[in-house]
């Protein structure tokens, strides 16, 4: 066998596994539901070809608004998590050496050991009305009574940030690991403050990875159920329960496949209106990612 044929077939051989599971398990499920979406229920057990379930979105409006809701609290749960990371990973990447940078890689890993459920569930025994930080406001005289600080969307933030802090620290780490310190200096030596710097120097060269752990976070975020669900209690109103409910309680699964779709479309916009803005490509986020 020549050169070249062998390549191929060792190529094809690898590449194998990574396109039979995009396929089967990506794919089809997409364009199934794609179908699915599209169909409308004219008799029992009888569908038809209509846009009557994506009709039904824009005429409810406890629907679209579940929607504009989840795409504005995913921005903003994806913007704080942004800041509360990028002085974590900066001082991991350029401050900590050795040991200390691994503990704290390890600190940062340690909750994601556990799974989404029981991390959510922490955070409800800590914010319960009956929980411990009720319980340490009142022992300190802070207040008089118990405080309930679970069901409203500052609890739903965050229990989103935390869960997404992990997935923004690691690409922005990642980044600014390849600045060269001589280049930082340089900016300090032509008399640049600290802010001058790091908004001139810093955050350019770390916004492959700004861009990656954004799209990380924010596709995670608006894709979440559990955190949403329990922490936000009826008020939660986000859209993968209302896709839970078409699917699960209602079967009514025309109506959650389109709703699916939407919420795909949503993400895909945001993430491309994201890549269009920082100017930044996908093949250089994927490689930070």
């Not at 396929?23 to 846009?51: D, M, N, Q, T, W």
């Amino acid at each position: 066998m020549s050169t070249k044929p062998a390549q191929r077939l060792t190529l094809f051989l690898l590449l194998a596994p990574a396109v039979l599971w995009l396929g089967v398990l990506i794919v089809l499920p997409h364009v199934e539901i794609l179908v699915l979406s599209f169909s409308e229920r004219v008799a029992p057990r009888v569908y038809a070809f209509g846009f009557g379930n994506y009709l039904e979105f824009f005429t409810e409006p406890l629907y679209w608004r579940t929607f504009a809701r989840t795409a504005i609290v995913s921005i903003v749960v994806t913007a704080l998590t942004l800041v509360l990371a990028f002085p974590i990973a900066l001082y991991i990447a350029r401050v900590a050496q050795g040991r200390l940078k691994a503990m704290l890689l390890l600190l940062c890993l340690l909750p994601f050991w556990v799974s989404e459920l029981v991390r959510t569930l922490g955070w409800m025994m800590l914010l319960r009305e009956t929980g411990v930080i009720s319980y340490l406001l009142q022992a300190t005289g802070v207040t008089g009574e118990r405080i309930e600080f679970l069901y409203n969307d500052g609890a739903v933030i965050l229990g989103l940030v935390y869960g997404g802090l992990l997935f923004m620290i690691v690409p922005l780490a990642n980044a600014l690991e390849s600045l060269e310190p001589a280049v930082v200096e340089a900016g300090f030596d032509l008399g640049g403050s600290r802010w001058t710097v790091l908004r001139r120097i810093v955050i350019p060269h770390a916004m492959p990875g700004i861009v990656a752990g954004s799209i990380i976070v924010f596709m995670l975020t608006v894709g979440n159920f559990a955190t949403p669900v329990l922490l936000g209690g009826k008020n939660g109103l986000w859209f993968t329960e209302q896709i839970y409910a078409q699917f699960i309680t209602r079967f009514n699964w025309p109506q959650g496949a389109a709703f699916g779709m939407l919420l795909l479309l949503l993400s895909s916009a945001i993430v491309w209106a994201g890549l269009r803005l920082t100017g930044q490509s996908l093949g250089t986020t994927l490689k930070q990612a």
